[in-house]
């Protein structure tokens, strides 16, 4: 028999909470002495799946609001991570691409960020960390 939310002490939005606060500790302790914050890592990480996206079309990827992330683009850009440059187009839209020290940036990080998914999902099979996964990517596909 199902419970409700109100039955359950460790409901749902408790449960997927716990587990992004477990993984974004772990990974943000990892990242930090390469001198990188998880907002970076997964604005790179979006570039290498699309690059070339608008602002817009990062906000979701990145989980921060659009002024926070144009904070974080202009540090990048300043790092010489990404760029920016006018969609070909549409010349009124400005897109973010990532530079070549961005990808090599993001190659040194990745391998961090995965060792850290790995011990989360330790205890899940493949197919189960895959099941996860796309239960989870259902899951946020509903919202946008």
Known sequence: MKTSPDQDPHGLSELIAGV???LDTAV???LKPAGAR???YRLLASLMRQDGQAMGELAPSVFVDLPTLT???DRMVAAGLVY??????????????????GRAHFGE???LVESERRVVTE???DSETARLSELLRG???DRQ
């Open 20 to 22: 992004n606060r477990r």
């Open 28 to 30: 943000e302790a990892r």
């Open 38 to 40: 998880i907002e970076q």
């Open 71 to 73: 904070k974080i683009v």
């Open 84 to 101: 920016r440059a006018p969609d070909a187009r549409d010349r009124r839209r400005v897109l973010v691409f990532l530079s070549d020290k």
């Open 109 to 111: 990080l990745s391998p």
């Open 123 to 125: 205890g899940l099979s």
């Open 139 to 141: 899951i946020l596909a």
